[in-house]
């Protein structure tokens, strides 16, 4: 887990050792190396009561050296990431992300900036609100997303900086004078339109499948693929169980976001060639199962304001309710998810069991009940969305269903309670009330 101490907060202490690496920027990280032979046991735990941090292990402490004296670190500021690649693609640029050399935060803070970041040192422009980052370098210790820990010192260069993102693409700078740092040749994998991963450091994170599938969905359109070494890494990846360690939330987040790119099917293409997604969704793993599913996600992309509970409905149609559920709740989607993908999943068999000749006005009005959409007319709206995408050959009880809805609006429930329905009395004025109008409107489809 990265662990960081904010050594810019350390108050004075005897340990003059302590303190001078303090002023100097000193991060304390979760590292197991043998511990600085000056820094008494009673000195470090005072650090840490003083800082809040957790007392680790004696042995799993790490300091960044003192710069030897007369050697001082040149600040400077670099563009980096997407906002670098979207200029080279052409498109707009949304965000922009700076990385910070040779500075501490300190440094950072005495220029006016404010410290917003709690995983490593991240500060927000006092005029213009971007972030910029310390440079700094990852380095694996476990399993999964968090098995990391993090060096940012004022000796960190660019490049090392660099070396620990993604894809080449994403591991080009910008200086401030609009000069190109681009150690990783991500120029050249822009032009080939190839995402291709920065180094053999990219096995180290499983978290950057999932990245490297959602930018094949949102750069497939301009002609981007994974490049043959980086899907090879990423099926080594899988194989080796380092996607199984992935928690759910950060699963998620993933799966939302590609789920309104560009081209969502990539995302999850990509995820069944290299393996990973007959581990976080093996339901659609079977090639049936799977083109049905992106068949209606594609079906529902269409719609421009498809929202995220209806494209992951659809994603999950082909699936029966109790498996949908299920997965649902693994992956921790919202709640509007699971329950849209419960009511989708459930509603395909009856729908496929109305006689579109002989329609039963009673069965009708039972699934609007049980879509609740006397309360959630949105949700029902929703949901036939959904289903149209899903059940393409079942127009015709989908087109009854609909009729259904509108002839039961028309009851007023408050007009019954003038009459002097109260009670049960009232319910079973309701409903018989909506039975005749859902059946008058039926009949009036075949004149």
């Known amino acids: 887990m ?26 304390c990280l979760q590292l197991p190396i043998k511990a600085r032979p000056w820094l008494s046991r009673a000195g470090f735990f005072m650090a840490c009561r003083v800082t809040g941090l957790p007392a680790l292990p004696w042995n799993r402490i790490i300091h960044r050296h003192t710069p030897p004296k007369g050697i001082r670190h040149s600040m400077q500021a670099y563009l980096v990431g997407g906002a670098v690649r979207d200029e080279l693609l052409g498109l707009e640029v949304k965000d922009r992300d700076w990385v910070v050399v040779g500075a501490t935060p300190k440094e950072m803070l005495a220029k006016g900036f ?6 490593f040192p991240v500060f927000l422009h006092p005029r213009t609100r971007e972030e910029y980052a310390l440079a700094r370098t990852e380095r694996k210790e476990g399993r999964g997303y968090h098995g990391f820990t993090v060096y940012s ?12 993102r993604d894809l080449t693409i994403n591991a080009i700078a910008k200086t401030e004078d609009g000069a190109l740092v681009d150690p990783f040749k991500g120029r050249s994998d ?26 094949a969905a949102r750069f497939q359109p301009l002609g981007f693929s994974v490049c043959d070494q980086t899907m090879g890494l990423m099926k080594q990846m899988v194989a080796s169980g380092e996607v199984d360690h992935l928690v759910p939330e950060r699963v998620w987040q993933e799966f ?15 995820l069944r060639d290299c393996g990973a997604l007959e581990v976080l969704i093996p339901e659609l793993a079977p090639e049936k199962v799977f083109q ?9 992309q269409n719609q421009s304001d498809a929202q995220t509970e209806e494209r992951f409905a659809a994603l999950l149609s082909p699936l029966d309710d109790s498996a949908a559920v299920a997965r649902a709740k693994a992956l921790k989607a919202p709640n509007d998810c699971q329950n849209l993908a419960r009511l989708v999943t459930a509603f395909k068999p009856q729908i496929r069991n109305i006689d579109a000749q002989h329609p039963e006005a009673e069965a009708l009005l039972d699934l609007l009940d049980q879509a609740d959409f006397w309360r959630r007319p949105e949700r029902f709206s929703q949901l036939m969305n959904v289903l149209e995408c899903a059940l393409p050959g079942e127009s015709g009880p989908l087109n009854l269903l609909r009729t259904a809805s509108g002839a039961a609006t028309g009851v007023d429930p408050k007009t019954l309670l003038a009459r002097g329905y109260k009670g049960k009395e009232l319910g079973s004025a309701i409903r018989t009330d909506r039975l005749k109008r859902i059946g008058d409107a039926i009949a009036a489809t075949k004149d």
């Open 292 to 300: 049905l599913a992106i068949a209606a996600l594609g079906c529902v």
């Open 153 to 164: 010192a004022p000796d960190v260069t660019l490049e090392q900086d660099l070396r620990r």
């Open 190 to 215: 822009i032009q080939d339109r190839k995402l291709r991963h920065v180094s053999e450091a990219f096995a180290e994170d499983p978290l950057r499948i999932l990245r490297t599938a959602r930018f």
């Open 2 to 27: 990265r662990m960081w101490a904010q050594p810019w907060s350390l108050a004075p202490r005897s340990d003059q050792k302590l303190k001078e690496e303090a002023d100097e920027g000193l991060i």
């Open 256 to 270: 939302q976001r590609a789920l309104h790119e560009k081209a969502p099917r990539a995302f999850f293409d990509v």
């Open 114 to 119: 404010k410290q917003v970041g709690a995983d």
